[in-house]
């Protein structure tokens, strides 16, 4: 079945620091792969999405690539704020349509001034 | 204003009561579906449903039921059998993107807390 793994956290940057979230995956044909994010005691909000390979998705700073070769969907940004303070989740849809997402556990970020 | 609702935001019950959790959405989405939270757990699938009268079992489906009898409506009851229903209970609709990515768009969660 369909599986993602990210990095445990919590992970702890300075501000503007750069940043690397990394998830890998394993999948049955050709998912879409997506970040969310949640803050505190709130829903999840689409960061960004890829649909086939080398695509790169980015919104607000944040970017992944699509890496099929080493079934990978990093997420990074190069200058990181006290806003990004959350957590991350990387998911992925089957290729077979509606039928839900598979997410990662979530990795922790905190940004400290 | 577009988007998925969820209420209560906080709901509290007796152990051995069923309780009903609300979603509503007005995207004009097809797909809805029900996620569970749990402390360094991720989310994981309860229910879904793709079209108006069908829905299917996720991946932790036992101890809950659903029904979909309006487009923009999809509550999921949570029962007496379910063995840990304390968790953070989350609602999503999808329509096809571009390039059929099935991108999810998310209530603001039901924390529910059984005692």
């Known amino acids: 079945g369909n599986s993602v793994t990210q990095m445990e956290g919590p992970v702890t940057l300075s501000e503007e620091a750069f940043l690397t979230i990394n998830c890998t995956y394993t999948?049955?044909?050709?998912?879409?792969l997506f970040w969310y994010v949640q803050y505190p005691g709130e829903g999840l909000q689409l960061l960004l999405k890829a649909t086939k390979a080398d695509d790169k998705g980015s919104n607000k700073g944040f970017e992944a690539t699509y890496r099929k070769e080493t079934t990978s969907f990093h997420l990074e940004k190069g200058s990181v704020q006290v806003s990004d303070s959350a957590v991350y989740f990387c998911a992925l849809s089957g290729g077979g349509g509606a039928d839900g997402l598979t997410f990662g556990k979530g990795t922790h970020l905190i940004i400290q001034p | 204003d577009g988007g998925i609702t969820q209420s209560p935001k906080y709901l509290f019950r007796k152990e051995g009561q069923n309780v009903t959790l609300s979603c509503e959405q007005n995207?004009?989405?097809?797909?809805m579906y029900w996620y569970r939270q749990d402390p360094g757990q991720g989310l994981r699938l309860i229910y879904y449903s793709q079209i108006v009268n069908d829905f299917q079992k996720g991946d932790i489906a036992e101890g809950y039921s659903v029904s979909r009898e309006k487009k923009e409506s999809f509550p999921l009851t949570v029962t007496s059998a379910q063995k840990n229903p304390t968790a953070f209970y989350l609602c999503?609709?999808?329509?096809?993107?571009?390039?059929?990515?099935?991108?999810?768009?998310f209530g603001p969660g039901t924390r529910l807390t059984v005692t």
């Open positions: 999503a609709s999808s329509v096809a993107g571009t390039s059929g990515s099935y991108e999810q768009y």
């Open positions: 999948a049955t044909g050709y998912p879409s």
């Open positions: 995207l004009n989405h097809d797909a």
